[in-house]
């Protein structure tokens, strides 16, 4: 056959970690893998009266096509949320419902990249954005990290002598795949720089309110005084992702440039599943649900932390989220994490090795580590397991 | 602000209809401009129990994230029927669900698009596939048609004279905007001149059930024997819009490269939607409600063909569909469908000029009109207040 794909796709390979999440859909895998929240907190039994109600009082708009951006109400919710929530200072016009954040991401890429411009991120990365963003040909230059997230010098330096950059993408709070968190006087100092080089920066915030201890931070948005910063959202950790629905929200001039993405992308998203969280927010406490969440995945986070100080060895580092759904694992130099992962795959137990969110590769001794998947009983063992594999890999190593 | 977007957006505006649609929410406004389904014929109760009965019974697996491709008993369905219906071969591992088959048409682009390639379509053709595609900086070449779609001869000496031929688009089963549907004869001499020169064809087919009368045609990717169709189906039409569900059907090779794009763009279709599209294809009748739709459809376009034959000055031709939702009207020479747009607006009646079909433009006497969203009355008198505005603009015209 003579087909002829675009050249976008010499470098688009499907996500390591969808793949991988075939294989640990066997029951007996015990999954530190994905990123899905526990099932067993999702409102089943709200939604079966949400659903009802929202058939009932207006199923033929519920089945109907919508306008592109969004049902108004949700959008009036989402602003409402946000200012409350983040401190931002936002309206329902700043806002486009897209199917997940993950499509925020895919229309980031579409706006601002031409081929061989640069886009800068934290090193490690959200592989699920960068591969999204690879498709518009972008070279990514990784600004180095530290506990703290992006180390701001770092970014200066790479920013006063580097062209074409035309895009920052970033995870300021409880960061994929590393778990942390940016604290106030980086986000300070991270603003300035962007005002002064006049960036645009996306913001992506799917864990923001699942915030365990420590103190709020503001977002990046509620500290735009340009209109520069993107900020992407989602009900996916929240709510639940089954009904793949998150927002971006950005000043009117680049929203509008969204805008045209997603008609050409779905026109729309799905006008039930709108109005069925919007529904949900009328009729239940999202608040208290999201207190929920909290409750149990910051004991599965401890359980997690305590497991990993007394199975793993001295020499492996791994981060300690204040929120979120992930740890970071830093195993000795040397101990290659696609590796081991098959050899912890035959016990079992499965990770995200560390590589793929580094978009310009070379890094091998690092994993990342899910814990609001799994009850508690299942993350001490799997820890465990995998300490055993570890200790063997080192073994392995010292000869 | 310096914020500098990608040069593909120079190219890009928001849809026409889009934005028209929102003049014509005003609830007297006989609309004749959208492709939206009949809203009276969702099946609003059935779907209650479908809802509750999917939460009932697998909650936490709806409203948790699945596979990119899709949940597989609905890709099973999806595969029954279109071998049922359009007498295919496929499987359900051909299939690949995506948010209404707008977004085949996204990834349509991105997958075999470089800046500057070709992209063959029938003049004119459906501009939100136009404007999706568009995004990939393509050059259009339309392929004149008559009223039995596009002429096989002017496509052979297009593909001869011409480089870099990447992909061609068609919609030979009453096509948006025309209404019009290609003869056996014509689909067999397609994939005659398609397999010579191996070149992928987007087959969009959204109304193929919804045929009124004469007889039933095979689907160009029922004929296809080297895997070159790219088979784009919804269920935007024969159930409703509000799921945002639709499919892909194409060769492995092919399908692949598309199931990447679906995770870089939003991971997967809403979980929730898909068991409940598969759900209410297990507890009722899809068949059934296909029928209703046809039985009303046929009706409006009657009314509606009956209509414009009473009301509209002989100078003025339009189509007469066997199936789907539009009709094409073309005006004499000299009178500007655009302008003339306005002026019916005014008198509360709207439809789509036809000048965005044209992806390279220059026609400007022609309209799209739906007939599926409006009960019969309405029809018949927006026709009557467009016929007048009509015969004032010819009377202005002989001037």
């Known amino acids: 056959m003579a087909v002829k794909f675009a050249k976008r796709l010499d470098n688009l390979e499907g996500s390591a970690i969808r793949e991988l999440l075939k294989l640990t859909q066997r029951p007996e895998v015990i999954s530190f893998a994905g990123g899905m929240p526990a099932p067993e907190l999702f409102p089943v039994e709200e939604m079966k009266k949400v659903s009802v109600a929202v058939l009932e009082e207006q199923g033929q708009v519920a089945l109907q096509y919508t306008t592109t951006e969004g049902y108004a109400p949700l959008r009036e919710k989402i602003a409402d949320r946000m200012n409350t929530k983040l401190k931002t200072n936002v309206k329902a016009d700043d806002i486009l419902i897209t199917s997940g954040s993950q499509q925020g991401l895919d229309f980031a890429g579409k706006v601002f990249i031409d081929e061989g411009d640069v886009i800068l991120c934290e090193s490690p990365s959200y592989m699920g954005a960068l591969n999204a963003m690879k498709a518009y040909q972008p070279k990514f230059i990784e600004i180095p990290t530290d506990n703290d997230g992006m180390i701001m010098e770092e970014l200066e330096k790479v920013l006063a002598t580097t062209d074409r950059v035309k895009m920052i993408y970033v995870i300021p709070d409880f960061q994929n795949p590393s778990g942390r968190t940016w604290p106030m006087e980086r986000r300070l100092k991270f603003m300035e720089i962007i005002n002064k080089y006049e960036i645009p920066v996306i913001e992506d915030n799917p864990y923001g309110e699942l915030r365990f201890d420590g103190e709020f931070l503001p977002s990046l948005k509620s500290l735009d005084t340009k209109g520069l910063v993107i900020f992407l959202g989602t009900f996916s950790k929240i709510f639940c992702p089954g009904y793949r629905l998150g927002w971006t929200c950005a000043a009117p001039e680049i929203l509008n440039k969204f805008n045209i993405c997603k008609q050409g992308a779905d026109l729309q998203a799905s006008t039930i599943s709108q109005m069925e969280v919007n529904k949900f927010m009328d009729m239940f406490d999202l608040d208290a ?54 050899k912890c795959l035959e016990k079992d137990v499965a990770y995200v090795p560390g590589e793929s969110f580094y978009p310009n590769g070379g890094v091998y001794n690092t994993c990342r580590l899910n814990y609001s998947n799994m009850p508690e009983d299942k993350i001490v063992e799997g820890i465990k397991r995998m300490a055993e594999v570890i200790k063997e890999e080192l073994a392995e190593h010292a000869k």
Not at 312 to 331: A, C, K, M, R, Y
């Open 289 to 342: 649900h999201v207190e929920k969440i909290k409750a149990c995945y910051r004991k599965r986070r401890d359980v997690m932390m305590k497991a990993m100080e007394e199975e793993f060895p001295d020499s492996v580092e791994f981060t300690h989220p204040q929120g979120g759904l992930f740890t970071w694992v830093i195993l000795p130099e040397g101990i290659n994490a696609g590796e081991m992962a098959k």
